[in-house]
């Protein structure tokens, strides 16, 4: 475990446990230190640098610059530089003079978190937010879910969302393998099932990681008095190629491919270094990365005011890595007018930042999208037959194809479950009520056009998620489908054995009562008997089976007409030949000769 001595705040942060529940978890993994994160320290440790990355940001009225300022803006190399500079330059101090600065927090290195929480007064539920991997399956897991009314999309907020991966190998991410990104917050690495039908397979593979993006500002409500200046903090989390070298991606991989879900689950404790290994993974980015705001910048890059942005961008980058992304836009995009709105309001540093994560859920919601428009081909590919050479081990393994496409569509169903989930605590974190959501036009620019986004994000989920329930119906129609058209099948065997049975009968039955006397043996006198009544009697037979519905038809319609004639009759008993039953009984004969 990690020794707190040196940290001032993570300390105090221990100290306040026992009143913030969710600052148990937080501090119980800032202090681990399994042989994950011993590997990814000895990684960065060989180039010369921690794990994660922390940016700052100054905005003013000649635009965004990087500090410290240098030739080449490369960010804080270490917390110790870090720590010395915010030494150097207080936070009270700054936010009095009026400088405003935004610092980008990549991972979650805990010398990194002390350093800025301690000299910023960052909030520590904020922290705790943006480590939680948010999907929890025990009840004893912790998580931080404030009420809506004490939060404030203004000051704080942590918004979830998934990063997308397209495997070049799909069996490197398997159902029961515990595979984690390579980082000090690590996050669970998991593959996305397609839905891959008879006639039809998704042409590629994809896998998703769960990612969270949080902000904190000291402007508004926790601000000095002649404080003029703020301090604003973003974190997030580092992309799947972040790190040195930039072009390798690694990941923590546990070696053993577990038997159940129970297992799955106590493999996430890496004591040893039996447990875990570091590996290098092959995948890229889901349709090229995040395109944050380039199909809206193209129209004006005929303005020759803006030669500036399209030599940025024609600039090749690494679009995975939310950090990047982010001082490259405010650094070479962002207009005056955005820059003057974020001076005049933090919140709206998390423009782009916000831009990115509804990005990443479109991605996510296109994806579902063409998942569950393979499914619906399902029906059409997985027709149930009447087939006359239809086997026990051929409707087995049609019945088992349909399983497995079943189990496809009902994790589907799952995961879409969780994006919900997902997408209600967005729209709560942004502020928006979620039995009317209205865009709040009060707020700020980024909050209000982040509402705008999410609430459309929302309904277009919320219609993705009716199609996935009704591919569960399908589905579970089709398997019924199955076992009734097999019953069929085998009931029809059945009726032909039956048939068979009944035509045999009769034969049996005069072979059996002849065969109790000797004269009737084959080469007697009386042999011939025996065929003389068996086949009346099989024709006879062979007429009831099948003229059995007619018959009985006749007899019901024989007993209607008696019924009712005996209703019609009334009065004196019968008297002589043309009244009373005698009437009857000629009518009723006549109804049974005329069928």
Known sequence: MKDFSNHPYLERLQRLAHAFPALQSFCKKMQNEDFGRVLVRLHYLKHNRVPGRCYSLRFGDDGVSVLPESDRPTGFGSPKILHEYLKTHPAYASRRSGEKRLFILEDLEPDYVDVLGEHLGIDPLVFSEQMNTWNFTTS????????????????????????????????????????????INRRRYERWRDVDLPLAQMNSKQAFVRRCASFWTSQGELAGAGESGWDAVIMVDPAMSAGPPENIKLILRDPTIHKNRTSLWHASDWAGPGNVEAVEHRSAPYQDGCHTLAPCLFPHLRLEANDRIEHALHQKRDRESPLDELVFYWTKIASKELVAEACSNSSNTTHFLLKHIAQHWLSQLELMNCTIAMGEYFSDDCQVK???SLCGDKWRAHLHMVSRITKDINYMRRQTTHFWRAMVYNLERLGVQLGNKQVDEALPRALREAQRDFTTLDARLELLRRRVDSLTVMATDLMNLCAAFKGIHDSEFN????????????LTLVAGIFSMGDDFLPGHGNCWIYWAASVPLFLVSALVIDQGYTLHRVARLVGAQLKRGKEKVGGPRDVGPGGGRGWMRRRSLSALCLG
């Open 140 to 183: 004893s897991s912790i998580a931080y879910r404030g009420l809506p009314s004490l939060s404030s999309p203004k000051q704080s907020f942590t918004l979830r969302y998934y990063d997308i991966q397209t495997l070049q190998d799909p069996s490197s991410v398997d159902a029961l393998t515990f595979q984690m990104t390579f980082a």
């Open 386 to 388: 009447l087939d006359d």
């Open 495 to 506: 009726l032909r054995l039956g048939l068979f049975a009944s035509l045999v009968f009769p």
